[in-house]
């Protein structure tokens, strides 16, 4: 199974990318950190699912969104947004 995770914050992409692999054998996780590097991977891996940070550097996780269901009609992408706030 192979899975393309979209966020442009590094810590997120490690954390989030070595929980999914302790849960899961046989799982390739690719990652990108803005749309342009999405669309490539999106189209050269044809992954099993997305996840997807809405808030991106170079445009609008929801645009990219848009762009891989156009491009793979009936797609599932998990989107997500975080926010963070020090205290």
């Given at each position: 199974m192979e899975i393309l995770l979209v966020d442009d914050n590094e810590l997120v992409q490690v954390r989030l990318s070595r929980s999914i692999q302790k849960l899961y054998?046989?799982?390739?996780?690719?990652?990108?950190?803005?749309?342009?590097?999405?669309?490539?991977?999106f189209s050269q891996v044809n992954p099993n699912l997305v996840i997807?940070?809405?808030?991106?550097?170079?445009?609008?996780?929801?645009?990219?969104?848009?762009?891989?269901?156009?491009?793979?009609?009936?797609y599932h992408i998990y989107v997500y947004q975080l926010r963070y706030r020090r205290i």
């Open positions: 054998e046989n799982i390739s996780v690719y990652k990108a950190a803005d749309c342009k590097e999405a669309i490539l991977l997807l940070d809405i808030s991106l550097p170079d445009g609008s996780g929801i645009d990219l969104l848009r762009a891989m269901k156009k491009r793979t009609p009936g």
